[in-house]
T-cell receptor
Framework: AQSVTQPDIHITVSEGASLELRCNYS??????LFWYVQSPGQGLQLLLK??????LVQGIKGFEAEFKRSQSSFNLRKPSVHWSDAAEYFC??????????FGKGTRLSVIA | DAGVIQSPRHEVTEMGQEVTLRCKPI?????LFWYRQTMMRGLELLIY????????DSGMPEDRFSAKMPNASFSTLKIQPSEPRDSAVYFC?????????????FGSGTRLTVV
């Protein structure tokens, strides 16, 4: 069965700084991968997804993620963080005939 | 499309009372999921349905929890009797398939407080 790890529970960045959130997965073949964002009091919103092809995928709100098979990673990046990006971010992995598996999330705080 | 609709948004109830949470999935989606989110446990999958049929309820914590999907446009999650430890945010999500090849669409959640 697939699994996903988000090593960072909480990250704080300054507004305007770059951001990278880590996600590592475990699965024998190529999974499909997702990043979701959850703002306070809201449900999870899909940011971007990877199925196949170009390993660098673009998402909404200026986010991108890169699939690296050799590192079993799918890290989320943004070149310049805005205060409104403060939220909880979840990585999810899908494979085989089972539902998506979600990571435990990384909480992003943005300071002035 | 209005997305996945959950009601109520907030529910406060006394211990021992029955609680019913409701979900309307996106039209045309064949899979429906119920999740529970807490600070301690994160996001937990409770149960999911394919074509209105429960497929895996191994995440349902106790017999006090039950879920139904009488038709393609409606599902309920019931807790009877409720306990303070059931306090959490409950999310419903729907998808074209349970494997999530197209991702899941989440509702805004129901925040349940049992006092």
């Amino acid at each position: 069965a697939q699994s996903v790890t988000q090593p960072d529970i909480h990250i704080t960045v300054s507004e305007g700084a770059s951001l990278e959130l880590r996600c590592n997965y475990s699965y024998g073949a190529t999974p499909y991968l997702f990043w979701y964002v959850q703002s306070p009091g809201q449900g999870l919103q899909l940011l971007l997804k990877y199925f196949s092809g170009d390993t660098l995928v673009q998402g909404i709100k200026g986010f991108e993620a890169e699939f690296k098979r050799s590192q079993s990673s799918f890290n989320l990046r943004k070149p310049s963080v805005h205060w409104s990006d403060a939220a909880e971010y979840f990585c999810a992995v899908g494979a085989g005939n089972t539902p998506l598996v979600f990571g435990k999330g990384t909480r992003l705080s943005v300071i002035a | 499309d209005a997305g996945v609709i959950q009601s109520p948004r907030h529910e406060v109830t006394e211990m021992g009372q029955e609680v019913t949470l409701r979900c309307k999935p996106i039209s045309g989606h064949n899979s429906l999921f119920w999740y529970r989110q807490t600070m301690m446990r994160g996001l937990e999958l409770l149960i999911y349905f394919n074509n209105n049929v429960p497929i895996d309820d191994s995440g349902m914590p106790e017999d006090r929890f039950s879920a139904k999907m009488p038709n393609a446009s409606f599902s309920t999650l019931k807790i009877q009797p409720s306990e303070p430890r059931d306090s959490a945010v409950y999310f419903c999500a729907s998808s074209l398939n349970h494997q999530g090849t197209y991702g899941y669409t989440f509702g805004s959640g129901t925040r349940l407080t049992v006092v």
